[in-house]
Structures are given as C-alpha cells and as structure tokens.
C-alpha cells in the first residue's frame, strides 16, 4: 500500500519555482531543493520523477502564477496602451524587497538557448507564442497599421519585453519605467 504523502504537492513545488527562479537550472542542487522544499530526495523523486521534472512543474506552476496578468492583458481592449501596461505590470513585483528575480520564463530561455532539452525549449515556445499573438492582436487594434509593420513591432516588443525581464533583475524601478516609456514613445 503506498504511503499517503505528508506535503502539499502545490505548495513545495511553489518553493521549488521559487528556488530555480532565484538561482536557474543548473546551480540548483538537489541539496537546496530538499532544504527549501522541506521534503527529502525519496519524496522529489517518487512526486516529480527528478530535478528536471520537478523544473517542468515550476514552470507550469509559474505560469499559473502569472495567468492572471496574462488574462489582465489578453481580455484589455486599448490596443498599444495594453501591451505598455503588460510590460508594466510584467515587473512590479520585482521592486518588492527581495524579490529582484526577473521573468522566470525569460531567464530560463537564457540558461536553455543552447541546450537540446526539447521539452524545456517546447514550453518556452508555447509561451512566447502566445504571447506574440497576443501582442500581434493588440497591435491590429490600430487599423492604420500594415500587417508588415504589424510583424515588425510584435518582433520588437517580444524582444524589448525580454531585455526588460532580464533588466529588471539589476535596474532601478527609475531606470526600468523610463526603458518601458521609451519603448513605447514612438510606436
């Protein structure tokens, strides 16, 4: 019979995400998993089968996390003034006290982009797809807009939005918010 687990399962995967957050991938041993998790390497590996699917769920559980800024973004109907609140909203919490960690999804992009994992790189697609088709329609609420410009500005801003996650894990919130105003001022 096997034995009844004595942890939330959401609740040290959430420890977890935050842990590969702060550190990455790679520098987070299972060492720190099992102090931060508070659960031994028996139970990660019976719950998440190793440290690379305990990964796979913090990044399901971070975009559940963020869904609601997504859905924020996705359902707003302001066209350009959208995407520039997206990017704002994208780093406020960064500016709390110890919370400087960026974007997970863009730092795992970074720590990934030469590697083979083809399920990691597969959910990093799935996001920034969806996130560019997002971008794509709020762009097309502005009908003096070609679709070629369309492309050229959603290329833009899907790359303006990683340098802004990748920056706000060092900048100052003064910095970060005239990078955003700049960004938009003449699109």
Request: hydrophobic residues 35%; proline residues 1%; negative net charge.
């Amino acid at each position: 019979m096997a034995r009844k687990k004595k942890y939330n399962e959401t609740e040290v995967v959430v420890k977890a995400m935050n842990l590969f957050w702060k550190n990455g991938y790679e520098t987070t041993s299972m060492q720190m998993l099992e102090k931060e998790m508070g659960i031994n390497k028996f139970s990660i590996y019976s719950s998440f089968g190793n440290k690379h699917g305990l990964f796979l769920e913090s990044l399901k559980q971070y975009k559940s996390t963020i869904s609601s800024t997504f859905e924020k973004f996705k359902s707003a109907n302001n066209g350009l003034e959208d995407i520039k609140q997206f990017f704002y909203d994208s780093v406020s919490n960064n500016f709390e006290d110890g919370n400087e960690k960026g974007c997970l999804v863009t730092n795992t992009y970074n720590e990934f982009s030469e590697s083979q994992d083809l399920l990691i790189k597969e959910q990093m697609s799935s996001f920034m797809d969806n996130l560019k088709t997002i971008i794509i329609e709020k762009l097309k609420m502005d009908p003096s807009k070609s679709e070629e410009t369309i492309i050229k500005q959603a290329n833009y801003l899907l790359l303006a939005k990683h340098g802004l996650a990748a920056a706000a894990r060092v900048n100052t919130k003064e910095e970060i918010e005239d990078y955003i105003e700049i960004t938009f001022k003449n699109l």
